[in-house]
């Protein structure tokens, strides 16, 4: 069986703070994939970041990071300076076989 | 680039009513994906289709739920003497097959239905 945990249900912060929001991730399989959706008020799944199990590289995207630990089975991710537009409800996922198994979700408030 | 397309939007009903939804996916994608979203919740696997081919079911599919998927293009998911636990967003997602990953799930702007 997959599961996935986001165990922050809010963060609110300031204007051009820092954002990271925890995952944790559960599954039997081998080969897999990760991946963090933002859901804006408009309701539409907006893909943002993925990572391979194979692929521990962590990087940065502009102003998103994230963090792979396969030891901690932990896929964090990261919003730096962050803003207004960054209001919204954040997915984590798995990917095995055919479809996705979701994370129950963290709401993002920044404030101006 | 056409996007994923749902309709309608919104839909409120009432109990014991019978509703039909619609998803027409990217073009060129042979998969097709259904999922549900309650308040508060993250989406949830309902069923999938390759091509006209419904593969996989999931146990949220009660018998008053049917979906298909006639010529491989556009989906149907229909609800039938809808209860007011239905009350959720149905999103529906593709991806292309072949030597495409399809892990690249392109969601839709989903349905939000309403049962009173």
């Known amino acids: 069986a997959q599961k996935v945990t986001q165990a922050q249900t809010e963060i609110s912060v300031v204007e051009k703070e820092d954002v990271t929001l925890d995952c944790v991730y559960e599954?039997?399989?081998?080969?897999?994939?990760l991946f963090w959706y933002k859901q804006p008020p408009s309701g539409e799944l907006v893909f943002l970041i993925r990572?391979?199990?194979?692929?521990?590289q962590n990087e940065i995207s502009g102003r998103y990071s994230w963090n792979f630990q396969k030891s901690t089975s932990s896929f964090n991710f990261t919003i730096t300076a962050s803003q207004v537009v960054d209001s919204a409800v954040y997915f984590c996922?798995?990917?095995?076989?055919?479809?996705?198994?979701f994370g129950a979700g963290t709401t993002v408030t920044v404030r101006a | 680039d056409t996007g994923v397309s749902q309709d309608p939007r919104h839909k409120i009903t009432k109990r014991g009513q019978n509703v039909t939804f619609r998803c027409d996916p990217i073009?060129?994608?042979?998969?097709l994906y259904w999922y549900r979203q309650t308040l508060g919740q993250g989406p949830e696997f309902l069923t999938y289709?390759?091509?006209?081919?419904?593969?996989?079911k999931s146990r949220l599919l009660s018998d008053r739920f049917s979906a298909e998927r006639p010529k491989g293009s556009f989906s149907t998911l229909e609800i039938q003497r809808t209860e007011q636990g239905d009350s959720a967003m149905y999103l529906c997602?593709?991806?292309?097959?072949?030597?495409?990953?399809?892990?690249?799930?392109?969601f839709g702007p989903g349905t939000r239905l309403t049962v009173t």
């Open positions: 997602a593709s991806s292309s097959g072949g030597d495409r990953a399809p892990y690249e799930q392109y």
């Open positions: 599954t039997r399989d081998t080969t897999y994939y």
């Open positions: 990572r391979n199990s194979f692929d521990e």
């Open positions: 996922a798995l990917f095995n076989d055919y479809k996705l198994s």
């Open positions: 073009s060129e994608h042979n998969r």
């Open positions: 289709f390759q091509n006209e081919a419904q593969l996989e």
